[in-house]
């Protein structure tokens, strides 16, 4: 079994930074990505950033030049830095790995329980 557990989040004024990290424990063989999703109220769940092993981090145009996601492969982890934050990113972000598990050796989709970001104006 693989778990994801999120930190950070929380309410933050529009123009402020909040930082959101996300560790990767369990049955892991490999972490082919990992990356950022968020919902927002009434809307689908979209990406905000990944980043696959090996590649570039990849962002949603309206986070660009903004967010900045990074990776620790030694420690499973990955963070989301949030910068200039708008009231319009105001979601919950949901961490996101897809990864091999250790004992089977299946490939998974795992995610994170959630955590809210709410921006003020």
């Known amino acids: 079994q693989v778990n994801l557990v999120e930190s950070g989040g929380g309410l933050v004024q529009a123009g402020g930074s909040l930082r959101l990290s996300c560790a990767a424990s369990?049955?892991?063989?490999?972490?082919?990505?990992m990356g950022w999703y968020r919902q927002a109220p009434g809307k689908q769940r979209e990406l905000v950033a990944r980043?696959?092993?090996?590649?570039?981090?990849t962002y949603t145009d309206s986070v660009k030049g903004r967010f900045t996601i990074s990776r620790d492969d030694a420690k499973n982890t990955v963070d989301l830095q949030m910068n200039s934050l708008i009231p319009e990113d105001t979601a919950i972000y949901y961490c996101?790995?897809?990864?091999?598990?250790?004992?089977?050796?299946?490939?998974?989709?795992?995610w994170g329980q959630g955590t809210l970001v709410t921006v003020s104006s």
């Open positions: 996101h790995a897809d990864l091999q598990d250790m004992r089977t050796y299946r490939f998974l989709e795992v």
């Open positions: 369990g049955s892991i063989f490999r972490l082919n990505a």
């Open positions: 980043v696959v092993t090996g590649h570039t981090p």
